[in-house]
């Protein structure tokens, strides 16, 4: 697993890979079914994402 700091919502080039997996998914339908919904706890813990700040992902 790696790291990637995105700093000011610009992400690193997509590699040939990722670009061949994003079209591969373009093509299958979402299925929402097997999705539980939220609970009122997990509700209640939600926060407002700041798009503006930098943000960590592991990858």
Do not use: C, W
Request: glycine share 4%.
């Amino acid at each position: 697993m790696g790291r990637v700091i995105i700093k000011n919502g610009k992400f690193p080039p997509l590699t040939e890979e990722q670009k061949r997996e994003i079209e591969e998914a373009r093509k299958r339908p979402i299925n929402y079914e097997d999705i539980p919904p939220l609970t009122d706890e997990q509700l209640a813990r939600m926060q407002r994402v700041n798009a503006h700040k930098e943000t960590k992902v592991s990858v």
